[in-house]
Nanobody, 120 residues
Framework: QVQVAESGGGLVKSGGSLKLSCSAS????????MAWYRHAPGKERELVAA??????SYSDSVKGRFTISRDNAKTAFYLQMNSLKPEDTAVYYC???????????????WGQGTQVTVSS
């Protein structure tokens, strides 16, 4: 239904910044919900940030440091991460939800993940 791919991960020192990108392709459906998740070893997957109908939401752990955004074509999404901390180290995944024009939910797609490592 949709191909999702993340990019932009890497190694950064504590206090540094990274910008993750997510591209969604191969679908004719609308993407009305998009979220960034992360999964660190030994921890549960965490919803980091989400955007839907122009409204953004963030987990308490990243609020004020991370910013989610999307392009006007609504097929590319971003996560600007500032003031990074070692506890932000994780694999970050992009998740998109697809909808028909009448608002019916179709399904969702996941990317393969991108590693973010923050050194102290």
């Amino acid at each position: 239904q949709v191909q999702v791919a993340e990019s932009g991960g890497g190694l950064v020192k504590s206090g540094g910044s990274l910008k993750l990108s997510c591209s969604a392709s191969g679908t004719t459906f609308s993407i009305n919900f998009m979220a960034w998740y992360r999964h660190a070893p030994g921890k549960e997957r965490e919803l980091v940030a989400a955007i839907t109908h122009g409204e953004n939401s963030y987990s308490d752990s990243v609020k004020g440091r991370f910013t989610i955004s999307r392009d006007n074509a609504k097929t590319a999404f971003y996560l600007q991460m500032n003031s990074l901390k070692p506890e932000d180290t994780a694999v970050y995944y992009c998740n998109v939800h697809l909808y028909r024009a009448n608002g019916d939910y179709v399904g969702n797609g996941w990317g393969q993940g991108t590693q973010v490592t923050v050194s102290s």
